[in-house]
């Protein structure tokens, strides 16, 4: 009860000290020191004016007298006018300013009720948000917490700097290789991994040249266009699909982004088609099918595409993975069992992969595991592993960097 004491009285002393200011009736003595200024300002404008009218008529009077001509008379009547016009607007500009001020107290009305609302508003989104009674949690009970974030820190930070290294190694060589196919690629594949898509096109155009426009490396520059451009698929990353696609290469990246290039433009239904023909042809084990499974349902189930049949969904599971008997099984467990078994085979995933951690595929299929268990932590952990065993590789840690942001892995 007395955190909520303590808070109220902060709330309303903090109101106070808003609202004062404004609701105060009073006028300031800059306020009255604006209003004599008027006052001022408008009798010696009014002033200038009778001046001007008594110019006007003596210079009618200079002509009757014959001091002006007709030429310098008017002349002298222009000038005059222009004077009094001049005079006359801005004495209606003071005007409307004295008129705006007038207005000043509902301006300190409104303000006020904004206040309130905005005071009575932050209240209740703590009411629904916020957490009075949770107990503190000081420096020394966080102090595993703190070294695992520290590791991971630090593991990252020695990937960023073996793949600058690379970049920079590579770059040197191309300088005085610069028809080397493979450098090309790899300091392509360097750059995406550092999130530098925009660069990488120069690299992987390179590629695409030299190996007189292989579909593979058009795969990959079309990849670094749709990232330089957060993944929107335009006009030049499109051609450059259709090219790849008349090719034969097999890089399932070609029709998985003519798929996304389909539900951009709003065809869901042609996108659905082009990823299930891609999810069948695949292999079991291929480390993207999961994303391209679910992707697929995710589009079927909010476009209401019937997808009955015609997706062959037991390839979405690693090769080494349950059989018929296990799936069969599985279906007479309680939900507590069955969860236990699928975290009973995460787990041996995991241990066979810290005596053989040389398989990208496995930690792939790790960290899908994992998010879809909810343990994103385990997810984070296993994507740096397998990014630190693939440190001298950039094309694979590229994938696994393209991978942990497609399924939501946030990379430190």
Do not use: C
């Not at 008017?74 to 000038?79: F, K, L, M, T, V």
């Not at 005071?119 to 948000?129: C, N, P």
């Not at 300088?175 to 594949?189: M, Q, V």
């Amino acid at each position: 009860m007395t955190i909520w004491i303590v808070l109220a009285a902060i709330t309303l002393l903090v109101a106070g000290f808003v609202l004062w200011p404004v609701l105060r009736q009073r006028e300031t003595g800059a306020d009255a020191a604006s209003d004599d200024d008027d006052q001022n300002g408008n009798n010696e404008l009014n002033h200038d004016l009778a001046v001007y009218r008594d110019q006007l008529a003596e210079i009618e009077r200079d002509i009757e007298r014959g001091v002006l001509s007709t030429e310098q008379a008017n002349a002298a009547r222009i000038e005059v006018q222009r004077r009094i016009l001049n005079a006359d607007q801005r004495i209606k500009a003071r005007e409307s300013g004295a008129t705006s001020r007038i207005g000043k107290p509902s301006l300190r009305i409104y303000s006020a009720l904004a206040i309130v609302l905005f005071l009575i508003g932050g209240f209740g989104l703590y009411l629904d948000l916020g957490s009075p009674d949770m107990p503190d949690r000081p420096i020394a009970s966080r102090a595993d917490e703190i070294n695992a974030i520290q590791q991971a820190e630090s593991i990252n930070s020695d990937r960023l700097a073996a793949l600058n290294r690379a970049v920079s190694d590579l770059s040197q060589k191309l300088i005085a290789d610069p028809e080397n196919l493979k450098g090309w690629e790899l300091l392509g594949a360097s750059l995406m991994a550092l999130g530098r898509p925009v660069e990488a096109q120069t690299a992987f155009l390179e590629a695409v040249k030299l190996s007189d426009r292989d579909g593979d490396y058009l795969a990959m520059y079309a990849e670094s266009l749709i990232r330089g451009d957060n993944g929107q698929i335009n006009a030049t990353a499109r051609g450059v699909l259709k090219e790849a696609a008349t090719t034969q290469s097999g890089d399932p990246r070609i029709q998985y982004y003519l798929g996304l290039a389909d539900a951009q433009d709003g065809n869901i239904a042609a996108a659905v088609d082009r990823w299930i023909a891609l999810a069948n042809s695949a292999s079991a084990d291929a480390a993207w099918l999961p994303m391209v499974v679910a992707r697929i349902k995710d589009a079927a189930l909010a476009q209401g595409i019937d997808i009955e049949g015609r997706l062959d969904v037991a390839k979405a599971a690693p090769s080494n993975g349950p059989s018929q008997d296990d799936v069969a099984a599985a279906q007479q467990m309680t939900p507590e069992e069955r969860q236990d078994m699928i975290n009973s085979m995460v787990d041996g995933l995991a241990d066979r992969l810290d005596g053989n951690p040389d398989d990208p595929e496995g930690w792939a299929r790790l960290m899908q595991a994992y998010m879809v268990l909810g343990k994103q932590d385990k997810a984070q952990a296993a994507y740096q592993k397998a990014s630190d065993v693939f440190a001298d590789q950039p094309d694979l840690v590229a994938r696994f960097d393209a991978l942990a942001k497609e399924i939501g892995i946030t990379a430190n």
